[in-house]
């Protein structure tokens, strides 16, 4: 299992699919960075000058404000998290179905046996989905850090921050930024490889590349347009991770629970596991 | 082979294989539709008294041009991004799968690359086309249901139902023809721009950029983002301030013909044999 556990990661981390994503991951969180620099030193200007600092605190203008899950002024971040889940299948999640039909996969399968192929395929898709969305979450936030302080002085006016009362961990961003930080990046990067493996499961139904890929993607988008204009009535939250990987409420204009994210984890997970099950049940193989 | 026998299997055989996909647009018209209908009930609106027209602008209103607020981030328009993106994505697979199977033995018989790619350039334009009809008859089966009016009139109450710009708004009655007749134009810019950039870089990324498209042309007011003539709510149809639908046209064509013979170039030196499957 350990030999096919690093044989798919090599696979998966080394193929011009990953490089591909992670090109435009980068080069849209870099975009970020870059606008949010010029952003930076725009208001530094006007900071230095102004002589009434309650109302622009100097340290409200801080890596904590301008990081791509904080930033909400920068075109590239919202493209980033609208491709965010397309990003994060693209690596390696329809390694499964392509070896299947060229049938590289009944090769592997007589020598490792169904469940560490399998386990190993869900491990490496994980890992690539994850390290496609987390490369440019630090990138951005280590190409900033060279130009924006890290100091923290919350801005209890509002207007300048995207951090309200309601928003998910808002107590943490006040009174310990890092962790924050830190959680939101876990939470981005999970999201990611699990998706990337819950896509990976569902080759065991679409027998498409291009529909194995896509189709989960739209389904994200139709489950927005649902969120903003139907079951918002039912269910007053951000229900899409276009909304809830981000630090404040966007596409509905309501906050996330915390437990609304556990439970969409939940069913990924559970849906990435009956997708396995269907697989290694299967005689076509 | 002559061209208009390639055209004539292109057209029988993909749009055949694309039918899961038309069921999915006539049921997602469906559902926008009844979006409409009831934020028409929530906001105590007479709602069969929703006209096709009013279907028709509420599927394809878009968003208001936006202005940077750190109170009002921005918010990509999902029902206009999943009406296109469902366009784009009919006219993503069948060109380059058919490069990879049948295709290169029509081009054979054909004796000539640029039938093959002539020949799909007229399948993703009849697509678009019968996307837009199979649209059009979704709003109307829904309108018929709901009790509406099948006229294509604009109620004065749609647009700001539909959160269009107050202060922008011209004066009725609209030309909904107008800007519904650059749509397929329009549409099929972006799908022929999206076949030559499938060719070249992968269907999936061409797929990337026809995301990125219409997601600059939702964040940017620009007459050169051609999905802003897509938008009802940026329409100088609508909105005094709005892109005009005549620079849409020019927009259009320019990018069709541009697209094309760009394609039929890049496609007439490409190495067709090894396109890995």
Not at chain 1, 16 to 31: R, T
Not at chain 2, 23 to 43: G, I, T
Not at chain 2, 220 to 245: H, I, K, T, W
Request: aromatic share 16%; glycine share 6%; with cysteine.
């Amino acid at each position: 299992m350990k030999n096919m556990i690093g044989l798919e990661l090599k696979k998966a981390l080394s193929n011009k699919w990953f490089i591909a994503a992670l090109c435009i991951g980068c080069g849209l969180s870099l975009a970020s960075a870059v606008g949010d620099i010029f952003l930076f030193e725009r208001w530094s200007a006007v900071i230095w000058n102004n002589v009434d600092t309650r109302f622009f605190p100097p340290a409200s203008f801080s890596i904590y404000h301008y990081w791509i899950v904080l930033d909400i002024s920068q075109p590239t971040t919202s493209l980033f998290y609208l491709l965010l889940p397309l990003l994060a299948t693209i690596p390696y999640s329809w390694s499964y179905l392509s070896e299947r039909k060229s049938g590289y996969a009944l090769h592997l399968l007589a020598q490792s046996g169904r469940v560490p192929y399998l386990g190993s395929k869900l491990i490496a898709a994980f890992a690539s989905g994850a390290i496609v969305i987390a490369a440019p979450l630090v990138l951005n936030m280590a190409v900033l850090l060279c130009f924006v302080p890290s100091c923290y002085q919350p801005d209890i006016y509002g207007g300048l921050q995207a951090v309200y009362q309601g928003s998910l961990w808002s107590g943490l961003y006040y009174t310990n930024p890092g962790l924050y930080c830190l959680a939101f990046f876990l939470l981005d990067c999970s999201f990611a490889g699990l998706w990337a493996a819950a896509v990976l499961a569902l080759s065991s139904f679409v027998k498409n590349r291009i529909a194995l890929l896509i189709a989960p993607f739209l389904f994200l988008i139709l489950l927005s347009f649902l969120d903003e204009h139907l079951l918002i009535f039912l269910i007053p939250q951000d229900l899409t991770p276009f909304g809830y990987l981000r630090s404040m409420a966007i596409y509905s204009g309501y906050f996330t629970s915390g437990y609304t994210i556990i439970v969409e984890y939940a069913i990924i997970v559970a849906f990435t596991f009956l997708g396995a099950l269907l697989a290694l049940r299967r005689d076509d193989l | 082979m002559s061209l208009a026998r390639i055209v004539l299997f292109d057209l029988r055989y993909g749009l055949a294989r694309v039918w899961r996909i038309y069921l999915a647009v006539f049921a997602s018209m469906l559902l926008l539709a009844l979006s409409y209908y009831v934020n028409a009930r929530v906001s105590q609106m007479d709602a069969s008294s929703l006209s096709l027209g009013d279907y028709t602008v509420s599927v394809f209103t878009g968003m208001k041009k936006y202005i940077f607020n750190p109170n009002d981030p921005f918010n990509f328009p999902a029902a206009w991004m999943l009406v296109y993106l469902l366009a784009s994505y009919l006219t993503l697979n069948y060109p380059y799968r058919d490069l990879q199977g049948v295709g290169k033995q029509v081009m054979a018989q054909a004796g000539s690359r640029l039938a093959w790619w002539v020949s799909k350039c007229v399948w993703v334009i009849v697509t678009v086309m019968v996307f837009y009809g199979l649209s059009f008859l979704a709003l109307l089966l829904f309108c018929q249901v709901s009790g509406g009016a099948l006229s294509l009139s604009v109620s004065s109450a749609a647009p700001v139902l539909l959160g269009f710009e107050r202060g922008a708004l011209k004066p009725e009655p609209w030309s909904l023809m107008s800007f519904v007749a650059l749509l397929p134009l329009a549409t099929s810019a972006l799908c022929l721009l999206q076949l030559v950039l499938s060719l070249v870089l992968k269907p999936l990324f061409g797929y990337v950029c026809s995301i990125s498209l219409l997601f600059f042309s939702s964040y940017f007011q620009n007459p050169l983002l051609f999905g802003n003539y897509l938008m009802a709510a940026r329409s100088s149809v609508f909105v005094s301030d709005g892109v005009p639908y005549a620079d849409g046209i020019i927009i259009s064509i320019i990018v069709i013909v541009t697209s094309m013979v760009i394609g039929a170039v890049c496609f007439g030196r490409m190495d067709i044999v090894e396109k890995e499957q």
